[in-house]
């Protein structure tokens, strides 16, 4: 039987994930699942958590959204450990579980009964973060530019009035009031590009921000690559007008939109600007992004 911990998220989809453990407790036992569990306490936790259990343990389970699930996924990473990535969709976004069939608490619970374990690419980021070189991996994107700004407007308040089909959407508004493009100095696979940059980001799945955004159309999650997207500075009422294309994932034919398939990026931005990976803040430019194929083993589903 498989050794199995739980690290859960108390405060995933803005508090309410703490209202549902119970019932996922209680459909664990109604399995013959026995799990132990610990609670994170604080940003970064789970991937210390997940570092020091990833020996001990079959499965790691992340308890929460997309952060959670990278922050535990991270902590293995770390390790080094060839321990199974388990996930219960409890967040807002939760755009990681479906990418290997899990839909549902109920999908998520078979996963951990009958499922196998699925080789996945991640996305390595080397970046700065208080004032030393740090690392950390993406499951879905890695990026610098406007989505850190979408983050920071999707408050927790936001997500609690508007939920997770439209508060993205409400956040990238309310950014457009306060971004400014930086200057960027990006390098990708001999490439080189300078100049004022709205967003440069990588891609490792399609579907970002709770199912709404087709941010990189056409990225897999085990071809070896990662989708590149390098979008020059745009003005407000531009990026408006062509929001409806981010969310098919057509806006990458646009003229001052860059978008191909790469293995390596780095960015340099002035000032510093902050890198986003799978809905969170986490560290300064300059930052590389490289791809680490088939390094994860996430535990899912057939569709």
């Not at 309310?174 to 493009?181: G, W």
């Not at 004022?196 to 690559?225: C, H, K, Q, W």
Request: with cysteine; hydrophobic share 45%.
């Amino acid at each position: 039987m498989r050794s199995i911990l739980l690290i859960a998220n108390p405060i995933a989809a803005a508090g309410q994930a703490r209202r549902r453990w119970d019932a996922l407790l209680a459909g664990l036992r109604a399995r013959g699942l026995h799990a132990e569990y610990v609670f994170t306490e604080r940003p970064l936790h789970a991937i210390t958590l997940a570092a020091e259990a990833s020996r001990s343990y079959d499965v790691l389970v992340a308890v929460g959204g997309d952060g959670t699930a990278n922050e535990v996924a991270t902590g293995i990473l770390l390790s080094g450990a060839q321990t199974a990535l388990g996930i219960v969709p409890f967040g807002t976004g939760n755009d990681v579980a479906p990418l290997v069939g899990i839909h549902s608490v109920e999908d998520a619970l078979r996963a951990l009964t009958q499922g196998r374990a699925r080789m996945m690419d991640v996305i390595e980021v080397n970046c700065q973060h208080g004032g030393s070189p740090a690392k950390r991996y993406a499951l879905l994107y890695a990026s610098v530019g406007f989505a850190g700004e979408v983050l920071k407007r999707t408050t927790p308040f936001i997500k609690r009035v508007f939920g997770p089909r439209y508060c993205y959407t409400v956040g990238f508004f309310r950014a457009l009031l306060h971004y400014r493009a930086p200057m960027m100095e990006v390098a990708c696979d001999g490439q080189t590009f300078a100049g004022r940059y709205f967003f440069v980001g990588a891609g490792n799945a399609e579907v970002v921000g709770g199912g709404t955004m087709r941010l990189s159309p056409g990225a897999r999650i085990d071809d070896g690559l990662m989708n590149v997207s390098v979008i020059e500075a745009l003005g407000r009422l531009e990026t408006a007008r062509h929001f409806p294309k981010l969310l098919t994932g057509t806006y990458t034919a646009h003229p001052k939109v860059r978008y191909f398939p790469a293995t390596a990026l780095s960015v340099a931005s002035h000032p510093p600007k902050e890198v986003q990976m799978d809905g969170d803040l986490f560290g300064l430019t300059p930052a590389t992004f490289r791809v680490q194929p088939k390094a994860l083993r996430v535990l899912g589903v057939k569709a």
